[in-house]
């Protein structure tokens, strides 16, 4: 029987804590869209909505086991109460409803619960697309699921040789969400941590870091800055506010883990709005969207003016790496500041039937898009990719650009 904590990242368990503790109450709703369903990778070609129904509704049976509960308690540093882990103990996940977007035309999926019962949705409702996609799809094109295993085993060679060339390289696996399958992410990990283990430094899966006996990697995601912001506009306050107080909860609650993701709503308000003490205390700065050399040297200049030494901390990058591109970041910054990578979907679903014919990479998110009511919004780094109602997302803008005082993101 699947294990809950398998279907989960890592960072929804100390982003879980503090969501405990801090807005346990807040009502969230989560939805699932399908970025390629315009474009001719619509979900409902090779799954029914029912059929989905029918696998999301099995997965509703499941329960943390007080093996999983273990695994979680011995992560020590995150400092888990007992009763977040009383919360988890008797958690199962909410109900969820499958239908067709009617913008799209495809499957999409959604949930409204407490904050931390419908965020536990999020790595479960990707992952459950491609176990059910891949196969009809290879079937489909003539092909065998052991034809498309060894030539996905021959591009992780391909991969592992690409990082032991390069041992200054340091990076997690972080594709649970956009995995092939299961099994395929445990084969992956599995042989990232016997053939390249000094370049990694862990997965963002807890059930196979602690199998294999590595790191569990993952600090909070865009969920806590987008639902932080609602709630601050929502209660009369400026939703940037909801950010900046991201910042300093997570700082105050995970010493251990003193990272910042500061794309939520542009790198540059996140980096405006940082105290001294932040700057001081933060060690990591996670990048996700953008331009990452404009985006990386930005941060360098900004500690610079802080008279901080860039080399005394880490750029993060995690935004759609391929394992050349890795390098290329290593080989961009090196000397200049520390880094180190986050690579999804191409560390666990870099997959095909030969060299020359891969299987079609999947774009699906699942994103926290109401909180009591009210809609939250992402102004991504990448032009044209702010999410959120077109209004919500104008106003948003309007305080970026209040705070900023007209600045524009390429001079900030």
């Given amino acids: 029987m699947e294990k809950l904590l398998n279907l989960q990242d890592q960072y929804k368990f100390p982003m879980g804590q503090l969501i405990y503790e801090q807005e346990s109450a807040a009502e969230v709703t989560f939805a699932m869209t399908n970025r390629k369903a315009l474009t001719g990778m619509p979900i409902r070609e090779y799954i029914r909505p029912e059929e989905l129904q029918e696998y999301y509704d099995s997965l509703r049976d499941l329960a943390f086991s007080d093996e999983e509960l273990a695994i979680l308690e011995r992560q ?34 959604e949930t409204t619960a407490s904050w931390n019962a419908a965020s536990l949705w999020e790595i479960p409702m990707l992952s459950a697309i491609p176990e059910l996609y891949y196969p009809r799809y290879i079937e489909a094109h003539g092909g065998s ?29 972080f594709g649970t969400r956009r995995r092939f399958c299961s099994e395929w992410q445990d084969h992956a990990v599995e042989r990232f941590t016997t053939e390249c283990p ?15 006996n590595i790191p569990a990697s993952g600090t909070n995601a865009h969920e806590l800055g987008m639902t932080y912001a609602a709630l601050a506009e ?46 001081d205390r933060i060690k990591s700065f996670r990048i996700d969207s953008g331009d990452e050399r404009k985006i ?21 990058f995690s935004n759609s790496l391929t394992p050349q591109k890795v390098v290329d970041q290593s080989n961009e910054f090196r000397g200049e500041i520390g880094v180190a990578f986050g690579i999804g979907g191409n560390a666990v679903n870099n997959m095909g039937f030969d060299a020359s014919h891969d299987l079609p990479g999947m774009n699906i998110v699942s994103k926290a898009i109401k909180v009591n009511g009210h809609g939250t919004v992402k102004l991504s780094d990448d032009d044209g990719k702010h999410m959120g109602h077109p209004d919500d997302v104008e106003r948003y803008q309007h305080y970026v ?3 900023l005082g007209g600045i524009s993101r390429s001079a900030a």
């Fill in 296 to 316: 990386g040297n930005k941060v360098i200049a900004f500690l610079e003016r802080y008279d901080v030494d860039p080399l005394s901390r880490t750029l993060f």
């Fill in 198 to 212: 000094e370049n990694l430094i862990g997965t963002s899966n807890p059930w196979l870091a602690d199998k294999y």
């Fill in 145 to 173: 699921m052991s034809q498309v295993w060894n030539e996905g085993d021959r591009r992780l060679t391909q991969m592992i040789e690409l990082m032991r060339a390069h041992p200054e390289i340091k990076f997690a696996e």
């Fill in 76 to 109: 020590a540093d995150k400092r888990y109460t007992d009763q977040y882990l009383g919360y988890l103990a008797s958690f199962r996940l909410p109900a969820i409803n499958v239908f067709i977007d009617q913008w799209n035309g495809d499957i999409t999926a």
């Fill in 401 to 403: 650009n209040e705070r």
């Fill in 234 to 279: 929502a209660r009369g306050g400026n939703p940037l506010d909801g950010q900046h107080r991201v910042v300093t909860d997570w700082l105050e609650r995970f010493p251990t883990m003193p990272v910042a993701l500061i794309d939520t709503f542009t790198s540059d308000i996140t980096l405006h709005d940082l105290t001294p003490e932040d700057i």
